[in-house]
Antibody, heavy 113, light 110 residues
Framework: EVQLVESGGGLVQPGGSLRLSCAASGFTFSNYWMHWVRQVPGKGLVWVARIDNDGSGTSYADSVKGRFTISRDNAKNTLYLQMNSLRAEDTAVYYC??????WGQGTLVTVSS | QAGLTQPPSVSKGLRQTATLTCTGNSNNVGNQGAAWLQQHQGHPPKLLSNRNNNRPSGISERFSASRSGSTASLTITGLQPEDEADYYCSAWDSSLNAVVFGGGTKLTVL
């Protein structure tokens, strides 16, 4: 059974940092590009970042470029998202996944003072 | 980053057929195809159809996807109450080097 389990979300003050993790199992993690997608409750899906299967290539949405860093550890089957200089508008549920096959359950990030 | 275009809402009767559309351009849907996702309130998205219009195991045959040029379509036959949900299309945009999503279509089953 495929599982993607996000962790690391929570409440953080504006300007603060958080690191999200996504533990993958049930599929060959190292074969897939991985993505982070976010969603403000009640709103649509917004792509955040992607990393290719061996970690050599990444790309980011303009809204997070320079503040967020996506990375992966294929030996641990884990995807990460380092989020710095957080803003109120980064508040959302963050999903990890392959987008075209598998999705996690999401973790809520709230940026507020 | 520009997204894909979906109608905000569609309403159909029980056991009727709904066709949802998703319009992009030659850099995304027209070149890479589109995947379709279903999302019920409070739940994560679930893949209904991949970019090659194939259903994952466990997805009902009532859901079928197709593409004509830069417009992708999801047809749902024999509508059931549980089909009431938000539906999103997604595609890789080779020009933006990014995934693009549609704004979502809220399907109401009357």
């Amino acid at each position: 059974e495929v599982q993607l389990v996000e962790s690391g979300g929570g409440l953080v003050q504006p300007g603060g940092s958080l690191r999200l993790s996504c533990a993958a199992s049930g599929f060959t993690f190292s074969n897939y590009w991985m993505h982070w997608v976010r969603q403000v409750p009640g709103k649509g899906l917004v792509w955040v970042a992607r990393i290719d299967n061996d970690g050599s290539g990444t790309s980011y949405a303009d809204s997070v470029k320079g503040r967020f860093t996506i990375s992966r550890d294929n030996a641990k089957n884990t995807l990460y998202l380092q989020m710095n200089s957080l803003r109120a508008e980064d508040t959302a549920v963050y999903y990890c996944g392959t987008v075209y096959e598998y999705w996690g359950q999401g973790t809520l990030v709230t940026v507020s003072s | 980053q520009a997204g894909l275009t979906q109608p905000p809402s569609v309403s159909k009767g029980l056991r009727q057929t709904a066709t949802l559309t998703c319009t992009g351009n030659s850099n995304n849907v027209g070149n890479q195809g589109a995947a379709w996702l279903q999302q019920h309130q409070g739940h994560p998205p679930k893949l209904l159809s991949n970019r090659n219009n194939n259903r994952p195991s466990g997805i009902s045959e009532r859901f079928s996807a197709s593409r004509s040029g830069s417009t992708a379509s999801l047809t749902i036959t024999g509508l059931q109450p549980e089909d009431e949900a938000d539906y999103y299309c997604s595609a890789w945009d080779s020009s933006l080097n990014a995934v693009v999503f549609g704004g979502g279509t809220k399907l109401t089953v009357l």
